[in-house]
């Protein structure tokens, strides 16, 4: 199939163009390098022995957007790109719904007008909040966002389950994401986080680099095994493959709405990540406990069940294998 990836060139986009190609599709880049880098191109090329045609391009731009919908005519699209900072997205709210909802909208639209069936949508395991039972299934109720960007999650679901009531034939698949860590096992592509990481695993290899000082675990108080946060990580790599299988799934049919958790259905503390880190990479961290971040939950993790049964997905690497690959990752950045 001919797919569209809207932030291609970006961390989860940029592994899910080379699995693409693994499994015989032809994707299409579209990504403005606002928040990734050009070179991941050339990466990808290397990766997979194949050339990948790209354009640059804003996809609240709908003219431009509509152009290479003219010009591409695809099966289907895979949209990565949107803004995903929560914090940067409380002070800047307009910035995320602008961005986030136009670029939506604007493929939706174009999916009308050049009938184009199948498009898999970037969720997030935000829109559970603070979840009554863990582990969560896609049946848990949604709880309302706690942050702007949160909300563009969670009305990114609402606008594609309207737009699929009032179509006759388009396939919807909602993919909701737990913690994505790890990089390609080649080395050759991984997360390019902008100024000071947000996340866990790109602080972690920044500071196990001597690019930042020590790690600030936030908050060592909680109800849990060590008083840590609870996450759900999962490689990057079997994340980029369940939109591959998810495309492959909806194309088949017609009118289709799916909705599925994307982890491994393990909670991992944040010790246990640093400890894991230590351990497999032979690292000492520096790290110390701090106060709790703010708008933080507690626990979450996956019941996932529905996409291993459904799309007959399954996670193929570990945390170790994720914690391994993120460093050697930091490693060859640090080197080229
Ligand atoms: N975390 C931390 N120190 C950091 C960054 C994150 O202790 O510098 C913790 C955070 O409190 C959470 C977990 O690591 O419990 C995962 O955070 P991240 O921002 O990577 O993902 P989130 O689950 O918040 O989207």
Redesign the pocket.
Known sequence: MKIIVTGGAGFIGSHTVVELIERGHTPIIIDDYRNSKPFILSRIEEITNTTVKSYNIDCCSFDKLDKVFKEEQPDGIIHFAAYKA?GESVNQPLKYYNNNLNSLTNILSLMQKHKVDNIVFSSSC?VYGTAEKIPVTEKTPRKPAESPYGNTKQVGEDILTDFFNSEHDKNISILRYF?PIGAHPSGLIGELPIGTP????P?ITQTAAGIRKE?????DDYTTKDG??I?DYIHVVDLATAHIYAIEKIAKQSKQLDIYNVGVGIGTT?LEVVQTFEEVNNQKLNYIIGNR?AG??VEIYSDNTKIVEELNWKPKYSLKDALRDAWNWQKKMQND
Not at 215 to 219: A, Q, R, Y
Request: aromatic share 10%.
């Open positions: 929560v935000t913690n947000n996340n866990l695993v602080y790690l600030t675990v936030f908050g840590t946060c996450r944040v971040r933080d939950v």
